[in-house]
Structure formats: structure tokens, C-alpha cells
């Protein structure tokens, strides 16, 4: 049986790495994505951040 704090890293590291990579192609800093391991807020932080932050790598000149 693996002990509780190594299935909350393997939970942690399943979501980490997919958000490495989304901020990554989003143009911001990858490494914002390590705010899933602070307890409480984290989580609800890096989402907030995706979804109200520019994104450097958006062209907002579309259709102009």
C-alpha cells in the first residue's frame, strides 16, 4: 500500500505536468505551474491565472 503523502505527490505530478506544458504553448512562465503543490489555494490560483491572464502568444489582431 503506498503511503498517503506518495499518492499525493503522484496526484500532484499527474496534474503538474500537464499544466508544464499548457503554459508552456500559452507563452507564460512553465514553472507557475508548481503552485498545485500549495495546499488550499493553489489549484484555484493556476486556473484563475489561465483563464483572466493575456496570454503573450495570442494575436489579438484577428479579423483586423
Known amino acids: 500500500m503506498v503511503p498517503e503523502f506518495m499518492q499525493v505527490v503522484i496526484v500532484g505530478l499527474m496534474i503538474l505536468i500537464p499544466l508544464f506544458f499548457i503554459y508552456k504553448k ?7 505551474s508548481t503552485l498545485v503543490f500549495v495546499p488550499g489555494f493553489g489549484l484555484l490560483l493556476i486556473f484563475l491565472q489561465l483563464a483572466f491572464w493575456v496570454w503573450p502568444n495570442v494575436n489579438t489582431d484577428q479579423g483586423r
Open 26 to 32: 500559452a507563452g507564460l512562465n512553465p514553472w507557475w
